[in-house]
């Protein structure tokens, strides 16, 4: 009884300190019920195309695999189903959704690591939309999990990584009856000149030179001589990738202990994807950092600071056992990307794992400012102790982020899953936005011609905002996918307090070496929208599909309210004027009436 009593006590002073310091609501009962909230989230991804996103959810130490469904019902919440489960002998160590055999119907790459850990394995496994078939195993291993992209631009995700012979190579299906698969080198050179690809890696295939709107490629390598970091950008011209020869290497003068996961966002709002690199600078993360590349030079968008009279840094690779990783999303809909990280706290003597929050705001000192005028300001989610891993998720379809943790259960236990519902208060308008492959389009055994998770596309808007000020922000759609990235298959740009029309949109997709680049603009998008993105036929941009959602904001409903308030009490006003009329006519009636009865006597 007194534990029910403390058990319920804790979970209402946990949705107390969520409230307070971010707008959170533990929504976990809700969203996982029946005991489903276990597991490592290791993907997210539309698998029985309901137009809902599921979660690919490890449990059982990385042997089972489950779809956890969206279910239909308002609040929504995840529900198993016996025909998407897969158990496997081996440990699975990551899982990619993607339709890797150009049928429109999602499939799962899952990678192993068998007995050598020196060593990848990849599957793949071909859906249904409705149950896990039987899979193809790729003839090479690679050194590490691989990153799905689309080299060629035909809308069929391809297999990038190290093969353990020291050759970066591109992978793709040709034939999933016959398990045909083929690889080519990258650059169709001989490559074991290069530096070996770092483990992990944080590989990425998105727009980064952004001069011909092409994805391009970049790559994380680790000198193990020298110990020393660095990255290649593969530039995409229309001819393949080719690489100039110039190693980016990580900021100059700081002192490296431990190197996080690259992520990408455009953190100034200039239409551009900026690379954000978090650091360490001892083995402890007492001083932790986060760096930006901006206008060709590093610049300091977060250091180690006070919190409360708490210190605060990254959790440490080797405490964790996962990398350092910021995941990217408006959280609060201002219209600039925010990150979401697993810090530690320190209070006395006691360190706690905890999720924060790097809001971008802009910057008080302009002397130590970053190009862009950003930098990160920092709030930990107290509600939740132990945390392992933070991502960010619509969890009610609403164009919201709302976020998901994993917690460490202890050793040999699967993490706990807790679902925080963003419940920003704020009237903000947003656009959130799928680009989907549309292959088989009109002729889908479904009868649905949406397509699944695409790599490579990037999508970016300009309006302008409540101060007449031009707004834009670009974002890349599914960019990086291994050592849990958990990147969403769609994008949520955030508006702010800006109920007008978006003036211009822009959707670009890979494309085949030689061929014009695939890019469409639509104008005047209705604030609030869900759009699905369908590019098909590929190369005829005109004809693009936008299947458009809106969903009404509380401005919206204000407005209308005020608006049908106005016309009910004009209406009662133009009644009260017409009943007033009416009487007045009655009475003017039996007045005539009764002065032609007198005058008839």
Known sequence: MFSSQLCAFLIVLSNVFLRACCGLTDVTETVFPNHLNHGT???????????????????????????LLMGDKHPQYFKKDRRMQLDMNETMTGVVPGDYDGDSQMDILVTTAPGNAMATVVHIFWGTTKSIGPSVTLPVSFTDEPLVMDSNG?????????????????????????????????????????????????????????????????????????????????????????????????????????????????????????????????????????????????????????????????????????PITLRMGDHNLDGYPDALVVIQVKTEKV????????????????????????????????????????????LFEKGV???VLMSDQGQGKDFQLHALENSFSEDVCFLKIMVLSGLCFADCKSGKPYGVNQPGPLVWYKTTGSDGTTQTSSAAQLSQTAHLALQLPYTVFGLGRT?????????????????????????????????????????????????????????????????????MFIAGIVGGLHWKERRSDQKERRQEAHHFHFEAL
Request: aromatic share 8%; net charge negative; proline share 8%.
């Open 154 to 322: 035909n809308m069929i995700p391809d297999i990038f990584g190290e093969t353990i012979d020291g050759h970066r190579v591109f992978c793709e299906v040709l034939d999933r009856n016959e398990g045909n698969v083929s690889c080519q080198p990258l650059d169709g050179h001989n490559d074991t000149q290069f530096l070996p690809l770092r483990r992990p890696h944080s590989n990425a295939f998105l727009d980064l030179v952004g001069n011909n709107h092409l994805p391009d490629l970049l790559l994380t390598t680790r000198n193990e001589t020298s110990s020393t970091f660095s990255f290649e950008v593969w530039e995409n011209q229309n001819e393949g990738f080719t690489w100039d020869g110039q190693p980016l290497y990580p900021p100059p003068g700081v002192n490296i202990a431990h190197i996080g996961q690259s992520a990408f966002a455009d953190i100034d709002g200039n239409g551009k994807q900026d690379h954000l690199l978090p650091v360490c600078e001892d083995a402890d993360c007492h001083a932790s950092s986060v760096y930006a590349y901006l206008n060709n030079q590093w610049s300091l968008l977060l250091k180690t600071a006070a919190w409360d009279d708490l210190t605060w840094g990254f959790v440490p690779p080797t405490v964790s056992g996962l």
């Open 499 to 567: 109920p007008n029309f978006v003036d211009e949109l822009w959707v670009e997709i890979p494309a085949p070496p030689g061929k014009e680049a695939r890019v469409r603009r639509w104008t005047s998008i209705i604030p609030n929208s869900q759009l699905i993105i369908i590019p098909q036929p590929m190369d005829q941009p005109e004809q693009w599909l936008n299947k458009l959602l809106v969903t009404p904001g509380q401005q919206a409903l204000l407005t209308a309210g005020a608006l049908l308030g106005t016309c």
């Open 41 to 67: 989230i290791a993907a997210v991804g539309d698998f029985n195309s309901d137009k809902q996103t599921d979660l690919f959810v490890l449990t059982n130490q990385g042997r089972h695999l489950d779809i």
């Open 351 to 394: 360190l706690a794992r905890r999720a924060a929050l790097l809001i971008n705001s802009p910057c008080e000192n302009a002397a130590t400012c970053t190009p862009g005028g950003r930098t990160f300001t920092v709030q930990p989610i107290s509600g939740v102790l132990n945390v392992t891993v933070a991502t960010f998720f619509d």
């Open 401 to 403: 982020l709302d976020i």
